[in-house]
């Protein structure tokens, strides 16, 4: 099938939004779409053993394979038969969706967390996700809307491969594009505050100059703000339609776990957000 968009599903409302938006996503992009709809076989304690123990409990695959039946055909009623295809995966959700991933385009998850307190419900599946797959993860909260796409940049490899992705998704959706970059202005410094500022502004045009070229029907603008990236960003979203961001993450025996940026803005965002790795060489 190629390249295609991947995205998970169960029985929550969220992942019917994560679901549309991937299809809508996938349709602009001429690209298909793979549903996931994993579940894992559980343990429960059988009382009647007399002793501890555990037995398997039986589970109700073909809720499961109607669930992905359903996902299925939505996808293949807007983008044609041979653009929607499912996996119906006896993993966790995912180690599922991280199985596949490096052959995705996307990834595409929805969330529950919609603030501070409920930031445990988004842990399980985004932040792993977001944490380790190989490509772009969007996480999804809220129905698709428009406005702009966001960038956050500090000119590190890592937001490089975010302002990459964020002109593909402005080309792609139509949308414009708001590149922004933090910034923050030394009291004692060879040049004052406004010759730095200047001099930064012509280096990030001259660095976004070939992604202009690559698609230039991308209206984009470009912002220097000084301040906390994370909180800046959570602001913008208010109005944007994707905010995407590089992951700082770091690696090791323990696992991979995001940025302190990406991490708030996953947890904090009023808009879909998209979380790019730097491509492993």
């Given at each position: 099938m190629g390249k295609f968009i991947m995205v998970g599903v169960d029985e929550t409302p969220e992942s019917q939004i994560a679901l549309r938006w991937a299809v809508e996503a996938a349709r602009e992009r001429g690209s298909a779409v793979r549903v996931v709809r994993a579940y894992l076989q559980e343990s429960g304690s059988w009382s009647g053993?007399?002793?501890?123990?555990?037995?398997?409990?039986?589970?109700?695959?073909?809720?499961?394979?109607?669930?992905?039946?359903?996902?299925?055909?939505?996808?293949?009623?807007?983008?044609?038969?041979?653009?929607?295809?499912?996996?119906?995966?006896?993993?966790?959700?995912?180690?599922?969706?991280?199985?596949?991933?490096?052959?995705a385009d996307m990834v595409v998850v929805g969330t529950r967390s919609r603030n501070k307190m409920s930031a445990a419900v988004l842990g399980s599946v985004a932040t792993s996700v977001s944490a380790q797959a190989p490509c772009p993860v969007v996480v999804v909260r809220g129905e698709r809307r428009t406005g702009p796409v966001v960038v956050g940049t500090d000119g590190s490899e890592d937001s490089d491969e975010a302002v990459a992705f964020a002109f593909e998704q402005a080309s792609a959706s139509g949308q414009p594009l708001t590149v922004v970059h933090f910034w923050h202005p030394q009291e004692r410094h060879v040049e004052s505050a406004e010759s730095a500022s200047e001099s930064l502004k012509n280096r990030l045009a001259e660095s976004l100059a070939p992604y202009q070229a690559k698609h230039p029907a991308v209206h984009v603008k470009t912002s220097l703000l000084e301040g906390r990236a994370s909180a800046k960003l959570v602001d913008l979203s208010n109005d944007a339609s994707l905010v995407v961001v590089g992951s700082r993450g770091r690696g090791g025996v323990a696992g991979l776990v995001l940025g302190s940026v990406s991490q708030s803005l996953l947890h904090h965002a009023d808009s879909p957000v998209a979380v790019v790795r730097r491509r492993q060489s």
């Amino acid at each position: 099938m190629g390249k295609f968009i991947m995205v998970g599903v169960d029985e929550t409302p969220e992942s019917q939004i994560a679901l549309r938006w991937a299809v809508e996503a996938a349709r602009e992009r001429g690209s298909a779409v793979r549903v996931v709809r994993a579940y894992l076989q559980e343990s429960g304690s059988w009382s009647g053993l007399g002793v501890e123990g555990y037995v398997p409990i039986p589970a109700p695959v073909d809720r499961y394979q109607e669930e992905l039946d359903a996902a299925v055909r939505f996808a293949q009623d807007r983008l044609g038969y041979e653009r929607g295809s499912g996996w119906l995966a006896n993993l966790a959700p995912a180690d599922a969706i991280l199985a596949e991933a490096a052959e995705a385009d996307m990834v595409v998850v929805g969330t529950r967390s919609r603030n501070k307190m409920s930031a445990a419900v988004l842990g399980s599946v985004a932040t792993s996700v977001s944490a380790q797959a190989p490509c772009p993860v969007v996480v999804v909260r809220g129905e698709r809307r428009t406005g702009p796409v966001v960038v956050g940049t500090d000119g590190s490899e890592d937001s490089d491969e975010a302002v990459a992705f964020a002109f593909e998704q402005a080309s792609a959706s139509g949308q414009p594009l708001t590149v922004v970059h933090f910034w923050h202005p030394q009291e004692r410094h060879v040049e004052s505050a406004e010759s730095a500022s200047e001099s930064l502004k012509n280096r990030l045009a001259e660095s976004l100059a070939p992604y202009q070229a690559k698609h230039p029907a991308v209206h984009v603008k470009t912002s220097l703000l000084e301040g906390r990236a994370s909180a800046k960003l959570v602001d913008l979203s208010n109005d944007a339609s994707l905010v995407v961001v590089g992951s700082r993450g770091r690696g090791g025996v323990a696992g991979l776990v995001l940025g302190s940026v990406s991490q708030s803005l996953l947890h904090h965002a009023d808009s879909p957000v998209a979380v790019v790795r730097r491509r492993q060489s």
